[in-house]
């Protein structure tokens, strides 16, 4: 059967905070047996104290009232012996004798003290008990006297009961403080402890993001420096391998340069003479001067994502170069720029435009057109949104549409359209460059909205 432990989720809480729990839950537990020991220990001493010296007292108390009665057989002096036994405030001293009760002190009801300790003394016996007389509490000493007579002290145990109160409390508020100490220093251990991992996670979320320069900081620890090592040569490894894979897509674009500008002289002249051709070499001509341009704009992205210059940033106020980017399109619907007030961003010029005009060819090509392009400021960031009122895409492809040669729907089929598949991975590219970031949601209404997010003060 499995424990309450064993049922609770712990896994669902961070490492970090189950560390601290932990901490926390052994301080409760130690400093907790500690104070109950500890509080039973005084306790008894305390009270066994208190319980001696009282039973002490009485005993001489009761040694004078037998030497009273036995010189003075009638009694003759002993209330003022028995108020002078009860000097101390809140004492009771009780006398029975010859069927009736002789008292001094505080005045309590002596028949409401416990009958099973009168009758023990009646029958011969001391006794004592703890109880509560009136409210208060208080220990009751009886002690049985010659010819079936009975002394009875009543002292209070008011001051002893608050000590015990007050040490009670000063021990709960000592295992509250421990127990809050463990929580802070466990909280604090966990931090120190899991410091590689957050540094690793950061690094690794780098990495993920692009910047490969990424690494972490050499460490002595034993345990830790096998995987500082490891982590640091494998980034080594995928930022070799990132850069022979971009120098190999670059050459290699820049090499097809050359025959890709004779396919186009040589298309172009075929386009100039296709009267003279046939209807099928004429179709044949149309497919090839498609492909051929097609194919440029595929080189051209392909140089584009291997170039790694860096950012030439400079602030830029985003409406601006919105409607400049707008009113130089030709061809295709103009939509509406949605920017009331000025966001100013430090951007690539260059980079950004091909952003903007990707967005708005991708619209073009798979939405429609585009409907709107809003500019605002979130938070400190620039925000775009270029939206379309076409099908949208569908949630489980939001993601893989920014990867290179994803064209949505039209993969894999020739012919439906003249992307090449790149634009918005150059688009994911370029706002990772500038750190900002980028993504598909649904339009209101219906549609696709792609919002690009990039930091920097707007204003």
């Given amino acids: 059967m499995q424990s309450v432990l064993d049922r609770i989720p712990l896994r669902r809480f961070p490492l970090r905070h189950r560390v601290a729990a932990a901490f926390a839950l052994v301080s409760l537990v130690v400093t907790g047996l500690f104070a109950t020991v500890t509080w039973n220990v005084a306790a008894l001493y305390l009270v066994e104290q208190r319980v001696e010296g009282a039973t002490r007292q009485a005993d001489g108390n009761v040694a004078l009232v037998e030497r009273t009665l036995a010189a003075n057989p009638r009694g003759e002096g002993l209330d003022d012996l028995l108020t002078g036994l009860a000097g101390t405030p809140g004492i009771t001293v009780a006398l029975h004798r010859g069927g009736g009760w002789t008292t001094s002190g505080r005045t309590v009801e002596l028949d409401d003290l416990p009958s099973p300790l009168l009758d023990l003394a009646r029958s011969g016996t001391p006794a004592r008990q703890r109880v509560l007389v009136e409210g208060v509490p208080s220990l009751v000493i009886a002690v049985p006297l010659d010819g079936g007579d009975m002394f009875v002290e009543v002292l209070p145990l008011q001051l002893l009961d608050t000590n015990l109160r007050l040490l009670g409390w000063i021990l709960t508020v000592g295992v ?34 692009g910047d490969l320069s990424a690494r972490l900081p050499d460490s002595s620890d034993a345990e830790l420096a096998p995987l500082v090592a490891t982590f640091n040569r494998n980034t080594d490894a995928l930022e070799q391998r990132v850069r022979r894979d971009a120098r190999f897509a670059a050459d290699v674009s820049h090499e097809l340069r050359s025959p890709l500008t004779t396919l186009i002289n040589a298309v172009a002249v075929l386009r100039r003479r296709r009267g003279e051709l046939p209807p099928t070499a004429q179709q044949a001509v149309d497919l090839l001067d498609g492909d051929v341009h097609r194919f440029r704009r595929m080189v051209e992205d392909l140089l584009e994502i291997s170039r790694s210059d860096t950012l030439e940033r400079e602030p830029w106020e985003l409406g601006a170069l919105v409607r400049g980017l707008v009113a130089t399109r030709s061809g295709a619907p103009v939509p509406e720029v949605d920017a009331p007030e000025p966001v100013t961003v430090p951007v690539d010029r260059r980079r950004l435009d091909q952003v903007l005009g990707n967005l708005l060819d991708n619209a073009d090509a798979h939405g429609g057109g585009a409907l709107r392009v809003g500019v605002s400021a979130r938070a400190g960031r620039g925000r775009i949104e270029v939206d379309d009122g076409g099908p949208g895409v569908p949630p489980e492809q939001r993601t893989a549409v920014f990867e290179r040669f994803a064209r949505g729907t039209l993969a894999g089929r020739r012919g439906d359209g003249d992307g090449t598949g790149l634009g918005l991975s150059l688009v994911s590219a370029h706002v990772r460059r500038h750190d900002g970031e980028v993504w598909i949601e649904e339009r209101p209404g219906g549609g696709a909205r792609v919002v690009v997010e990039l930091p920097g003060e707007a204003g």
């Fill in 176 to 209: 509250a403080a421990s127990t809050v100490l463990g929580l802070g220093l466990g909280h604090w251990a966990g931090m120190r402890a899991l410091l590689p991992l957050t540094e690793l996670a950061r690094a690794a979320g780098r990495v993920a993001g």
